[in-house]
């Protein structure tokens, strides 16, 4: 049976980073006298570069208009740039944003608009114009450009921290969707255990999982304000140094998809080489915190420990 269901992709766990594309498309006219024409503003229908020009810059913030899945967009920077060479026109054109979803295809439709305003102002003086090449060159600023910079040797302890999954009343989610987010991004799960809310058996797990060499000790729950939160209490006085980049990335990201993300009290720090996650407990806030600062946290293991790339 046919699927005729139709959506756009969900982007709304991303987070929004500085997006390029570069786009080309190739115009071929059939004669000198065409490029003389357009060279020296004699096309009857105006000036070509500038008029097809101004047509990209206008089509390129249609395109989700026209392309049911392309998510609108704001379109922060547009650039078109025009190479003679012989009988073809080389049209450059650039997008830059900064969201959570890429560029080619706005690239590659601006591109293409000004490739057929060209071709529509040219036709009446040249019968063989043809369009060639609609390309994406090149984007950055996506997951791609990244997720191969990072150790693939690292390893991971993940710790609930909840009176109540320990005494087998409720259900470990939040600990599990951390363990897959870690296996996603290539990172093995060495220890995964649950403990009680005790700020001495928390400390404990974290000096014994350091003295192992593990490299990402995370703690998941107690991070509330309730008496018997004590994760915080239980690290900070353990941490070499506190990243509070990372500690305001989780809550930044968590407080544009629910208000009461500031009310957490997720930390993140170094004892020695590892570095030691307090997320919060619930399995949402669990998942969204590792979202929000994976795989780019990372990175901090190239400092560490140096870049090793197997």
Same mark, same amino acid.
């Given at each position: 049976m046919e699927n005729n269901k139709s959506k756009m992709v969900d982007i709304t766990h991303k987070s929004t980073t500085l997006r390029t594309a570069v786009a080309q498309a190739i115009i071929k006219v059939s004669k000198p006298e065409t490029i003389e024409a357009i060279k020296n503003d004699t096309v009857p229908k105006g000036n070509v570069l500038a008029m097809s020009k101004a047509a990209g810059l206008l089509g390129v913030k249609r395109t989700p208009d026209i392309l049911p899945d392309c998510h609108p967009l704001p379109i922060e920077f547009t650039s078109v740039e025009y190479d003679i060479n012989g009988l073809e026109i080389t049209i450059l054109f650039t997008v830059k944003t900064i969201y959570k979803t890429g560029v080619e295809v706005e690239a590659m439709h601006g591109a293409s608009v000004v490739a057929l305003n060209m071709y529509d102002m040219l036709k009446p003086i040249d019968k063989g114009i043809e369009i060639h090449h609609i390309k994406l060159l090149n984007k950055k600023g996506g997951k791609s450009d990244f997720k191969d910079r990072f150790r693939s040797d690292l390893t991971a302890a993940v710790i609930v921290c909840s009176d109540t999954i320990s005494a087998g009343h409720k259900e470990d989610k939040a600990g599990k969707a951390i363990i897959e987010k870690l296996e996603t991004n290539g990172v093995k799960i060495s220890e995964y255990i649950v403990i009680p809310d005790e700020k001495a058996v928390i400390q404990e797990k974290a000096k014994n999982y350091q003295s192992q060499g593990i490299d990402l000790i995370i703690y998941t729950g107690g991070t509330g304000l309730s008496a018997r939160d004590v994760t915080p209490e239980a690290l900070i006085p353990l941490l070499d140094r506190r990243i509070a980049g990372i500690e305001e990335a989780i809550r930044r990201y968590g407080q544009d998809r629910t208000p009461y993300a500031m009310l957490s009290r997720s930390v993140a720090g170094?004892? #020695?080489? /590892?570095?030691?996650?307090?997320? %919060?407990?619930?399995?949402?806030?669990? #998942?969204? /915190?590792?979202?929000?600062?994976? %795989?780019?946290?990372?990175h901090v293991f190239g400092i560490l420990k140096g870049a090793r790339h197997d």
């Open positions: 170094t004892i #020695k080489n /590892s570095l030691v996650l307090a997320l %919060p407990g619930s399995t949402n806030g669990a #998942k969204e /915190s590792m979202d929000a600062i994976f %795989p780019s946290v990372l």
